[in-house]
């Protein structure tokens, strides 16, 4: 940008002398702004993209273990997040109706209070203390899936002892 407006104003300076009057000084800057514009776009678009021919055998290593680290944990990432999802799911159905009706449609679509309540036709505070109380029943069951998973392999250490 900085290297437009140089090249700009160096132009309409040398080129100041050729300017006649035969139209305004404004359409003549804007005219010889257009030119200077255009032609730096043309000569951006002839320059040769890097390639990775271009890069030192260090670079194209570096860039390799970068891509591949990023890639691998993207894919962990992604696995985490389904099996989070996964499991959230598989407690959710364990849960009462109307507690996964409430969690669903709150945190699952990001419905409002107001929307719950018009479509099951609750009271606005019944459904903020049922989204609160499923919340809670919800980590309970979490955390009572976690406790039994410990205490087995607890049990599965001390019977290899």
Known sequence: ME?????????????????EGRGSMEGWLTRITTN???????????????TVSDLTEDQTE?????????ATEQHHSTERSLV????????????PADDQLVLTMMDGEDASVKDVAAITGWSE???????????????EAVEKLLAGRKARR???GSARS
């Open 36 to 50: 200077t514009c255009l032609n730096l776009l043309r000569s951006s678009k002839r320059r040769p993209e890097l």
């Open 84 to 95: 989070a999802a996964d499991l959230a799911g598989r407690v959710l159905q364990s849960m």
């Open 62 to 70: 570096w860039l390799d273990k970068n891509l591949t680290d990023a």
């Open 125 to 139: 505070s019944r459904v903020k203390t049922q989204a609160f109380r499923a919340r809670r029943r919800m980590r």
């Open 3 to 19: 290297e437009a407006a140089q090249e700009v104003f160096l132009k309409a300076f040398t080129e100041l002398g050729s300017y």
């Open 154 to 156: 607890q049990e599965l």
